[in-house]
């Protein structure tokens, strides 16, 4: 039963004799359901049952087209069309399906890259154990320091990232902190971001900034890595036979996306863009550039420096499209599979057994270096505890004892 409320001319409750209006905050709807637009508590009372609020938007013709705010739900139809609806609602549902089966989707996903080489080297077992021992001890050797060096500049240049949002995390502790990545980007690169970013706020979780600020901090360094490579896209036209047009339109995607950045970068009022600050000054931007620049050509020099050791006659621009291939894989759930599978994909025309020997070979450097590399980070954390705990302990020898 719906509530009485005086018309006007009638005396009520809220005016005497013919001055009475209906109040402002309560009323009929369009759709014959009675609505309070300010107070939710007013009509519970009186009818026994919560009306939902509602705010009715000026801009929409139809009177059905409501817009819901706090505490309410969303009635009217949709301004969306359903096949739109449909696919963000199957989007989300592989989103949350990746997200719970990760592990599995990874292990699947090594396990059929490592067929798919298995099958393409069948016949070609003699081929590939003699590419393999073509390499000397010293070449992997170089390779190995060359990786370090790739994982020093890039943490240095994450370092930066982090200090102009504010975060004032010493230097050998956000070291040892991007070490991690190193042992969960073997299966899958995003889970080694993730890591090094979780592993930096359990160490220090007061000195560094939040979630949202890690993460925008490696956009930056992703903007540039970025550039680089769709500046050098054009390697991969011969190999993968795109179009020629395919690379001026990544390049001009690309640039747009760093505008956005550096314009974002300039808005301070949420937490996420300050992890873009570094943008804002030219020195800051110019050091993230000269580290990335340092790293990306380290790996190049890593794996032009292979291919020729293995007998595969690659010039610099192929080592170029094997590490950009490379990038491009470890963004898939491939596995340790990808380096040997980006070198077949990009020079298995000059022969599939030494191409696949190389990309192995950039996978075993890679993760010697890292594990170099992590290993120095975890000593590095050994000495530090009992160096502390020594200082702990001098300490309380040296207090006295209370009487």
């Given at each position: 039963?719906?509530?009485?409320?005086?018309?006007?001319?009638?005396?009520?409750?809220?005016?005497?004799?013919?001055?009475?209006?209906?109040?402002?905050?309560?009323?009929?709807?369009?759709?014959?359901?009675?609505?309070?637009?300010?107070?939710?508590?007013?009509?519970?009372?009186?009818?026994?049952?919560?009306?939902?609020?509602?705010?009715?938007?000026?801009?929409?013709?139809?009177?059905?087209?409501?817009?819901?705010?706090?505490?309410?739900?969303?009635?009217?139809?949709?301004?969306?069309?359903?096949?739109?609806?449909?696919?963000?609602?199957?989007?989300?549902?592989?989103?949350?399906?990746?997200?719970?089966?990760?592990?599995?989707?990874?292990?699947?996903?090594?396990?059929?890259?490592?067929?798919?080489?298995?099958?393409?080297?069948?016949?070609?077992?003699?081929?590939?154990?003699?590419?393999?021992?073509?390499?000397?001890?010293?070449?992997?050797?170089?390779?190995?320091?060359?990786?370090?060096?790739?994982?020093?500049?890039?943490?240095?240049?994450?370092?930066?990232?982090?200090?102009?949002?504010?975060?004032?995390?010493?230097?050998?502790?956000?070291?040892?902190?991007?070490?991690?990545?190193?042992?969960?980007?073997?299966?899958?690169?995003?889970?080694?971001?993730?890591?090094?970013?979780?592993?930096?706020?359990?160490?220090?979780?007061?000195?560094?900034?939040?979630?949202?600020?890690?993460?925008?901090?490696?956009?930056?360094?992703?903007?540039?890595?970025?550039?680089?490579?769709?500046?050098?896209?054009?390697?991969?036209v011969g190999p993968l036979g795109l179009p020629w047009w395919l690379p001026i339109i990544g390049i001009a995607m690309i640039v747009t996306v760093s505008a956005g950045l550096r314009h974002l970068a300039l808005r301070k009022a949420r937490e996420l863009w300050k992890g873009l600050a570094v943008l804002r000054s030219l020195r800051g931007g110019s050091l993230v550039i000269g580290f990335v620049l340092v790293a990306v050509f380290a790996q190049i020099f890593r794996n032009w420096l292979l291919l020729h050791a293995v007998g595969v006659d690659a010039s610099f621009f192929d080592a170029?499209?094997?590490?950009?291939?490379?990038?491009?894989?470890?963004?898939?759930?491939?596995?340790?599979?990808?380096?040997?599978?980006?070198?077949?994909?990009?020079?298995?025309?000059?022969?599939?057994?030494?191409?696949?020997?190389?990309?192995?070979?950039?996978?075993?450097?890679?993760?010697?270096?890292?594990?170099?590399?992590?290993?120095?980070?975890?000593?590095?954390?050994?000495?530090?505890?009992?160096?502390?705990?020594?200082?702990?302990?001098?300490?309380?020898?040296?207090?006295?004892?209370?009487?």
């Amino acid at each position: 039963m719906r509530p009485r409320v005086p018309r006007r001319g009638q005396p009520g409750r809220w005016g005497r004799g013919g001055t009475h209006r209906t109040p402002k905050h309560v009323g009929w709807g369009p759709s014959g359901r009675w609505f309070k637009f300010s107070r939710p508590d007013y009509l519970s009372r009186s009818c026994g049952r919560p009306v939902p609020s509602l705010r009715w938007a000026p801009s929409v013709r139809r009177p059905e087209a409501a817009v819901s705010i706090a505490g309410s739900k969303p009635i009217g139809p949709s301004s969306r069309p359903r096949g739109w609806s449909r696919l963000a609602e199957l989007t989300a549902r592989l989103r949350d399906l990746g997200r719970r089966h990760r592990t599995l989707i990874t292990v699947l996903g090594s396990l059929a890259t490592a067929a798919v080489l298995v099958f393409l080297l069948a016949g070609r077992r003699h081929e590939f154990g003699d590419a393999l021992s073509e390499a000397a001890l010293g070449v992997l050797a170089v390779a190995a320091l060359l990786q370090i060096v790739a994982l020093l500049a890039r943490s240095e240049a994450w370092h930066l990232t982090i200090g102009a949002a504010g975060g004032t995390v010493g230097r050998r502790v956000l070291y040892r902190a991007s070490s991690v990545q190193v042992l969960g980007g073997m299966l899958n690169g995003q889970l080694g971001v993730a890591a090094r970013i979780a592993a930096l706020r359990h160490s220090s979780p007061a000195v560094s900034p939040q979630v949202p600020t890690l993460i925008a901090a490696e956009f930056p360094i992703l903007a540039v890595e970025g550039i680089l490579a769709a500046l050098a896209s054009f390697t991969l036209v011969g190999p993968l036979g795109l179009p020629w047009w395919l690379p001026i339109i990544g390049i001009a995607m690309i640039v747009t996306v760093s505008a956005g950045l550096r314009h974002l970068a300039l808005r301070k009022a949420r937490e996420l863009w300050k992890g873009l600050a570094v943008l804002r000054s030219l020195r800051g931007g110019s050091l993230v550039i000269g580290f990335v620049l340092v790293a990306v050509f380290a790996q190049i020099f890593r794996n032009w420096l292979l291919l020729h050791a293995v007998g595969v006659d690659a010039s610099f621009f192929d080592a170029v499209a094997v590490l950009i291939a490379v990038s491009t894989l470890m963004q898939l759930p491939v596995g340790p599979g990808a380096g040997a599978a980006a070198a077949v994909l990009i020079l298995g025309s000059d022969g599939v057994a030494a191409a696949a020997a190389a990309g192995v070979l950039m996978t075993v450097t890679g993760t010697v270096g890292g594990l170099c590399f992590a290993a120095w980070a975890g000593a590095d954390k050994l000495w530090s505890v009992s160096r502390w705990g020594a200082v702990r302990r001098r300490a309380r020898i040296r207090a006295p004892r209370p009487r």
